[in-house]
């Protein structure tokens, strides 16, 4: 399976932004898929993860309400839509896929990373 991140840019505070994550290759053995991101200096965090059957999702906490991630089937690709963005959500974002179930807020529990997009938040 190769995902590949984009959607990343430069943007205000109180603005928004819409990453995708393309998936190939054998995508139907992907579990669920979910969202991370990095900012300098700090561990990968979980942001969202959605399910393939079913499409149940689960968010952080810093980003609930605000975040919403989605799937397309048919284009086998997965989005997180970011409203009402700040500072603090500034990092590398990273979509990642897994092919059983876990502790989905974890990043050991992922089989396969994209490659990041960077979102900056200014304020």
């Known amino acids: 399976v190769q995902l590949q991140a984009s959607g990343g840019g430069l943007v205000q505070a109180g603005g928004s932004l819409k990453l995708s994550c393309a998936a190939s290759g054998r995508t139907f053995s992907l579990y669920v898929m979910g969202w991370f991101r990095q900012a300098p200096g700090k561990e990968r965090e979980f942001v969202a993860v959605i399910a393939r059957s079913g499409g149940a999702t689960n968010y952080a906490d810093s980003v609930k309400g605000r975040f919403t991630i989605s799937r397309d089937d048919a284009k086998n690709t997965v989005y997180l839509q970011m409203n009402s963005l700040k500072p603090e959500d500034t990092a590398v974002y990273y979509c990642?896929?897994?092919?059983?179930?876990?502790?989905?807020?974890?990043?050991?529990?992922?089989?396969?990373w994209g490659q990041g997009t960077q979102v900056t938040v200014s304020s």
């Open positions: 990642a896929g897994a092919v059983r179930s876990g502790y989905y807020y974890t990043a050991g529990t992922y089989d396969y």
